[in-house]
């Protein structure tokens, strides 16, 4: 049986100006790229196979990495079901100079096994901790499993949500469509996830530039679950729109849909609720311009961006605890 740490796979990344969004620091969606890859290296050694993921939890960009840092990424396989795997990815933002190395985020996903007609079939091997810290990480993996449960039940009935209502076209909003090509595929069949995360952070963030009128950066991503694989050849589209508008800080939710242009077949494959915060010249964060929801829809979409933005900075603050008892 494999142990938590036979399975740690460690990516490492210089950050060029390439790699930038606000100037001097990384693009959110090229972090979220790489968190996708990393982790789906660790679960497909695993697997001994094709994984697609299934679920991913919240990410909390607790700092920038900065270009010319090296960001380290290191994922490990916390638990394993009967076709699931879930891997945990932290990621340390390195300076050169001095070679200390910052926590800067860390999630989970959960990835599937699947054969080549996307069935999911069982994964061949069992994990089995090894000493307390093992132990432990095992057991708050059976927690977070019993969380992602529950969420999917409440989400489920948005896997069927394909078409907008005339009436909640949002004042700000955005759309784009793209097709899925082959170079966009890991295994050849479906959309790697780290590209799709990639095209979504950029939806939202051109949202947001264009109603700040400025520099916006990545702050989190909340979790997301994901009810449809997108295939190669079909298009797929996205579907920005302003949720809520905070002090400095400004949520866009994006739903993403795919398409098979040769039979008009539409699916819902996932939504994503994303905070970029405003920056101003000086890249700190800088006030929004204000927002006031006037119809029914955007009036519902603000309340449940309040809820979300309430769990989200009670879970910031638990994760900035924490960080500061391990030290």
Not at 240 to 250: D, F, P, R, Y
Not at 282 to 290: E, F, G, N, S, V
């Amino acid at each position: 049986m494999l142990t938590i740490s036979d399975t740690v796979t460690e990516m490492v990344q210089w950050v060029f100006p390439e790699h930038a969004g606000a100037p001097g620091q990384i693009h959110g969606g090229r972090m979220m790229q790489w968190i996708a890859t990393v982790g789906t290296m660790a679960a497909a050694r695993v697997a001994r196979g094709q994984v697609v993921l299934g679920a991913m939890d919240d990410i909390d960009f607790l700092h920038p990495v900065k270009v010319g840092e090296i960001a380290v990424l290191r994922a490990q396989v916390e638990a394993i079901g009967r076709c699931s795997i879930e891997v945990g990815v932290k990621v340390f933002a390195e300076n050169v100079q001095s070679g200390r190395r910052a926590l800067t985020l860390n999630s989970h996903l959960v990835f599937v096994k699947v054969d080549e007609d996307l069935k999911p079939v069982p994964v061949p091997a069992a994990l089995e901790p090894r000493g307390p810290a093992e132990e432990a990480l095992f057991v708050e993996a059976q927690e977070r499993r019993r969380q992602r449960l529950e969420r999917l039940t409440r989400r489920r009935a948005a896997a069927l949500d394909t078409v907008d209502e005339p009436e909640d076209k949002p004042r700000w909003a955005l759309e784009s469509s793209r097709a899925v090509l082959p170079e966009d595929t890991l295994f050849g069949h479906t959309m790697f996830p780290g590209k799709l995360l990639m095209d979504i952070d950029e939806a939202g963030g051109i949202l947001s530039m264009r109603y700040c009128r400025g520099l916006v950066m990545t702050a989190c991503l909340d979790a997301m679950d994901f009810f449809a694989p997108i295939n190669a050849h079909e298009v797929v589209t996205f579907k920005a729109a302003l949720n809520h508008v905070g002090n400095s800080s400004i949520e866009i939710g994006v739903k993403v849909l795919t398409e098979v242009p040769w039979s008009g077949e539409v699916r819902h494959a996932c939504t994503a609720y994303l905070t970029f915060v405003h920056l101003g010249s000086d890249l700190r964060p800088q006030p929004c311009p204000t927002f006031t929801p006037q119809t029914l829809p955007e009036k519902r979409r603000w309340d449940e961006a309040e809820a979300r933005r309430a769990r989200r900075l009670e879970r910031v603050k638990r994760l900035k605890a924490s960080i500061q008892e391990g030290r």
